[in-house]
């Protein structure tokens, strides 16, 4: 399938003919490749790549952006490649920021001077033309449709889209299927005792300084895990758990008579009570989170 002539207009009306900026088709072939390879985990090779920017000096692509019908990826100079569904992409959250374009609250795209401003458009203008090839029961609104929580799980796409909405793509915050595998690996690893091997990791924060992702948490479709410095390793079902039993106070979130240390940064508290607890409210029932 080709990509949209209409979204390749699109972008060529909001990017026009700036340096490193690239349109499909006619995208360099070793640009592609290698973008393709750095977002294998949720970039399908039947997607066609709409735009392509290349950050790099030498210009591997491996670090810029690519955007398609369905999603944004980016890549940071020294950090983990990430990237969004236009439909779990709220415009709020799309902000220019000198030579950054912050998305979902988090440090964002980082691209080259005027261009911030026109790729913080570019985004905006593709998410609102964005229409789901296959819509199911989710939005960007975060609103859920009766029935989600089935056989004591939530879907991945769920609490995904709920991490976005109540968190965003911050720091030490990892989607699925965006998850660094080395984080992915460790933290599965210290949180054995409570996942099963087919249990999905849709949310990781990673709480430790130098990234291994030992301290933290982790959220499945089944349950909240983590582990905080020093501490043993606890878990809590979404079943046994309701909203009013949630709440942070500075960097400690409070879940039950549990208390989870969330050492970087006292804001991260407060966004991850809010995750928690509006997942707890579906898993009741309560379809208002």
Known sequence: MEASIDLIELARRHLGP?????????????????????????LPGSEPLVVLYDATLLGS??????????????????????????????????????????????????????LSASTARLILAMVEQHVPAHAGPY?????????????????????????????????????????PAPKLYNARKVHAAHL??????????DDTVFGGARDGFV?????????????GVESVEWTALTPE???????????????VQLTLGDQMAAKAARLVAAIAGEARGDRGS
Not at 157 to 171: F, I, M, N, P, Q
Request: with cysteine; net charge negative; hydrophobic share 35%.
């Open 61 to 114: 692509a491996e670090d810029g952006f690519v955007m398609t019908a369905e999603r944004l990826c980016w890549k940071n100079v020294l950090e983990h490649p990430r990237h969004v569904p236009w439909g779990e992409l709220d415009p709020a959250g799309v902000v220019t920021d000198g030579s950054r374009v912050r998305v979902g609250g988090g440090a964002g795209l980082l691209v080259g001077g005027e």
């Open 245 to 259: 039993q949630v709440s942070a106070n500075g960097n400690l979130l409070h879940v039950q008579s549990f208390t």
């Open 196 to 205: 099963g091997r087919d249990e999905t990791v849709a949310v990781l924060y």
């Open 219 to 231: 959220i499945t479709p089944r349950r909240l895990c983590w582990k905080n410095f020093a501490g």
């Open 139 to 179: 939005r960007s609104s975060g609103d859920a449709l009766p029935g989600v929580f089935s056989g004591g799980e939530l879907p991945v796409s769920r609490l995904t889209a709920l991490g976005r909405k109540h968190v965003g793509e911050v720091d030490q915050i990892f989607y699925h299927p965006s998850i």
């Open 18 to 42: 700036e340096r490193e900026v690239y349109f499909g088709p006619a995208i360099p072939p070793d640009k592609e490749a290698s973008v393709r390879a750095l977002h294998e985990g949720y």
